[in-house]
C-alpha cells in the first residue's frame, strides 16, 4: 500500500516562502508522476503543480506560474512544493497525489491519480 505524507504547512505573511514535502513509502516502483492539489474553504479542489518523470515535464496552474515549484528528492522518496511570494488567496490545505498512468494533458484532472496524502494546512496572512 501506497501512503503519502504531506508536511511542511504553516502560517506565513503574504509575500513569504514556504515549502510543503510529501513523503512517499510503500510500493514506490509504480508511480511516474506527482501533483500537488489545494483546496480553501468553500471551494473545489484544484490542481497546482504535477511533475511527469516519463517525460521530466512540469506543469502549473496559471495562478501560481513563476511562483511554486515542484521538485524530487530521489534518493529519499520525496516530492516537494516550493511556494514563493505567496498570497492570501494561496490559503488552501495542499494534497500530494501520485499516479502511474498519467496523461500529460489531463495532469489537472483528480481522476489520473491514484493515491492522495491527508493534506496540509498552508495559510497566508494579508
Known amino acids: 500500500q501506497v501512503q503519502l505524507v504531506e508536511s511542511g504547512g504553516g502560517l506565513v505573511q503574504a509575500g513569504e516562502s514556504l515549502r510543503i514535502s510529501c513523503t512517499v513509502s510503500?510500493?514506490?516502483?509504480?508511480?511516474?508522476?506527482t501533483a500537488w492539489f489545494r483546496q480553501a474553504p468553500g471551494k473545489e479542489r484544484e490542481a497546482v503543480a504535477c511533475?511527469?518523470?516519463?517525460?521530466?515535464?512540469?506543469y502549473y496552474a496559471e495562478s501560481v506560474k513563476g511562483r511554486f515549484a515542484i521538485s524530487r528528492d530521489n534518493a529519499n522518496n520525496t516530492e516537494y512544493l516550493q511556494m514563493n511570494n505567496l498570497k492570501p488567496e494561496d490559503t488552501a490545505v495542499y494534497y500530494c497525489?501520485?499516479?502511474?498512468?498519467?496523461?500529460?494533458?489531463?495532469?489537472?484532472?483528480?481522476?489520473?491519480?491514484?493515491?492522495w496524502g491527508q493534506g496540509t494546512q498552508v495559510t497566508v496572512s494579508s
Open positions: 497525489a501520485t499516479s502511474g498512468r498519467l496523461y500529460g494533458s489531463k495532469w489537472y484532472a483528480e481522476s489520473q491519480y491514484d493515491y
Open positions: 511533475f511527469n518523470r516519463n517525460d521530466d515535464m512540469k
Open positions: 510503500g510500493p514506490t516502483g509504480y508511480y511516474f508522476a
